[in-house]
């Protein structure tokens, strides 16, 4: 039972490439979020999934998209990257409302030159 | 005024001391409330959650004060391994969520 799995652990990009950020969770969670954490800010959600077939636009959703491929899988596209975008990504997942306990992946750690 | 404020800290506490964080939030319609642990280049893992007026695990102690909008932890006699940043998580209705920016302990032998 590995709960939650991210990668690429680090990425380092140029300005304007583009890159996938994977997620799955094997807990059978229903909803699925993405958040980035810069220095000093609290984390911060871009997208969530309440359930497989359904997404939504989170605080800072702008430059970004996702797709849950299914239950299991939640996936966050950066279509052109801007150095705005150097963060620490965490894909989270909870058995239903965010009420509930969220469980995290280690993390992504993007740069962006 | 943020949605959810913390002290940054960092606090620096030896072995054995007591420390308390506060976190004030500004949604009233707020019903459940969580803290969570994040070491350094980790995720962040729950450590309590609160949902009435508040919550006792071991030497770590929760409390909520919705009059005056105000959660609390208490960590009675820290450890090197409590050395953390903790986060004051509060769900704000649906599937948003705010995560405060985190409280920063060290705890020194």
């Known amino acids: 039972n590995a709960g939650v799995t991210q990668t690429p652990k680090f990425q380092v990009l140029k300005t304007g490439q583009s890159m996938t950020l994977q997620c799955a969770q094997d807990m059978n969670h229903n909803s699925m979020y993405w958040y980035r954490q810069d220095p000093g800010m609290g984390l911060r959600l871009i997208y969530y999934?309440?359930?497989?077939?359904?997404?939504d636009k989170g605080e800072v959703p702008n430059g970004y998209n996702v797709s849950r491929l299914n239950k299991r899988e939640f996936s966050l596209r950066l279509e052109s990257a801007a150095p705005s975008q150097t963060s620490v990504y965490f894909c989270a997942s909870s058995e239903g409302l965010v009420q509930e306990t969220q469980y995290f992946g280690p993390g992504t750690r993007l740069l962006v030159l | 005024r943020k949605e959810v404020e913390q002290d940054p800290g960092p606090f620096n506490v030896p072995e054995g001391a007591t420390v308390a964080f506060n976190c004030t939030y500004s949604?009233?319609?707020?019903?459940?409330f969580f803290w969570y642990r994040q070491d350094c280049r980790k995720e962040p893992k729950l450590l309590m959650s609160v949902y009435s007026s508040g919550n006792e695990d071991g030497r770590f102690t929760a409390q909520l004060n919705r009059a005056s909008q105000y959660i609390s932890l208490l960590i009675r006699d820290s450890k090197l391994s409590d050395s953390a940043t903790y986060l004051c998580?509060?769900?704000?209705?649906?599937?948003?969520?705010?995560f405060g920016a985190g409280t920063r302990l060290f705890v020194k032998a």
């Open positions: 998580v509060v769900p704000t209705g649906g599937f948003k969520t705010i």
């Open positions: 949604n009233s319609a707020s019903q459940s």
């Open positions: 999934s309440a359930s497989e077939g359904t997404t």
